[in-house]
């Protein structure tokens, strides 16, 4: 029989491991990055928000936010050099650091970006192909057990090309054509088969970047959590998830093609208040939560919940061509769907076999229990976003 003094107890576990997050709700940063292949030599300019600048300084939750001295932006620009590694022909290439170019002004830390412009020199006899590898802020916890990541979306072309072409590089290693004049005759089918390569690793890409983004997402799990654990049949859930999913998907597109935006200051504080609203709704209106209007809760904050998820997107897709965008989209989506089952349907399938065991007034206590601990947790999140705000404003 599940009580309320375990709950607490859960709950003051994971108060404790909350602790030391900072203002986000996610470990997954996005930035983006320019390569230009010329003859002996390439071109890399890369954007670094303010986020990342105060993780790397240890200073994720001053009051000083965005403010940094010109030794903190070049230590961190000679930072950025360590960590992003280009090789040819196994060869680490030496890069060298050219130009900081500040944003005109400071706004909310995770849309406020520096660009460090660098040049690396290429071996005489230009190559084909160079590898692309990156290390950013692994070596700092966003909380216990966890590291912060850093996605970028790369740009890459030679100046002999009109158009560019695009990858998203995570901490895998990657592999870039460099479009340079080869020693070698090119065989025919090479273009048709490096343009298929290219499509299969944007759809890849993009969809492991939707998966992390909701199962890092702790606002987003615990808001469809708050969803799930009242539903009291497969059909109910069904319904739930995809009003849900419906509207997310809607918003996710309009963000998109600009559309509709709205600044993750706003976006964020609403989110949380979304999860304390269904998880009081749980507590308080508990048959209410088996109705159509559970129905309309979940499709309306899930149009809020669609903009969130174009802040994790809308940087990582910056400069790709309609189709990609497309494409980009489409996979990118799959994969928060992907995520969000990968706990909704483990989540649906353990509470069915709990209510089998326990009488219905002990489910209606652990239901109780359960959105208590999600209400605190929404509020945590509120509270933390609201504090941004105020930070911002000073």
């Known amino acids: 029989m ?12 994971i108060l404790w491991y909350l602790i030391p997050i900072t203002i986000h709700a996610h470990p997954l940063m996005q930035d983006i990055m320019w390569l230009q292949f010329e003859p002996a030599l390439i071109r890399v300019a890369v954007n670094v928000s303010v986020r990342e600048i105060q993780i790397a300084q240890a200073k994720p939750s001053e009051s000083n936010v965005g403010k940094f001295t010109k030794e903190q932006i070049e230590a961190h620009a000679q930072y950025v050099l360590q960590h992003i590694v280009l090789k040819a022909r196994d060869k680490k290439l030496d890069g060298l650091l050219r130009l900081i170019q500040e944003p005109p002004r400071i706004q909310y830390p995770d849309n406020t970006f ?14 084909t192909e160079v590898t692309l590898s990156q290390s950013m802020l692994q070596e700092w916890e966003y909380s216990a057990g966890l590291a912060w990541s850093v996605s970028y979306v790369v740009r890459y072309k030679s100046n002999l090309e009109q158009t560019s072409r695009v990858v998203l590089v995570t901490n895998k290693l990657v592999t870039l054509k460099t479009g340079l004049p080869s ?35 702790y606002d987003h799990l615990l808001f469809i959590s ?34 509709l935006r709205l600044p993750s200051e706003i976006v964020e504080p609403i989110i949380a208040l979304s ?14 939560t088996h109705s159509s209007l559970r129905l309309a809760v979940a499709f309306g904050f899930g149009l809020i919940h669609g903009l969130g998820f174009a802040g994790g997107l809308l940087d990582a897709m910056a400069g790709l061509p309609a189709a990609g965008t497309w494409l980009a989209l489409t996979s990118f989506s799959i994969g928060v769907e992907c995520g969000n089952q990968a706990v909704v349907m483990p989540l649906f399938a353990l509470l069915t076999q709990r209510r089998k065991n326990i009488s219905e007034g002990s489910l209606l206590q652990f239901t109780s229990a359960c959105s208590i601990l999600v209400v605190v947790l929404g509020v945590y999140y509120l509270v933390v976003a609201l504090r941004m705000q105020h930070l911002l404003s000073h």
């Open 183 to 217: 020693i070698n005759e090119q065989f025919k089918g090479v273009a048709v088969t490096e343009a298929k390569r290219v499509k299969d690793n944007v759809f890849w890409d993009y969809f492991k970047h939707g998966v992390i983004h909701i199962l890092t997402g």
């Open 114 to 127: 520096y660009q460090f412009q660098y040049e690396y020199r290429l071996p005489l006899i230009n190559p």
């Open 226 to 259: 708050a969803l799930v654990i009242v539903t009291l049949s497969f059909w109910e859930m069904v319904k739930i998830i995809l009003a849900f999913t419906l509207a997310h998907t809607i918003t996710l597109i309009l963000c998109v093609f600009g559309i």
């Open 275 to 288: 999860i304390i609203f269904v998880a009081l709704e749980n507590i308080i209106w508990p048959k209410r």
């Open 2 to 13: 599940f009580g309320f003094n375990s709950v607490y107890r859960i709950l003051a576990c």
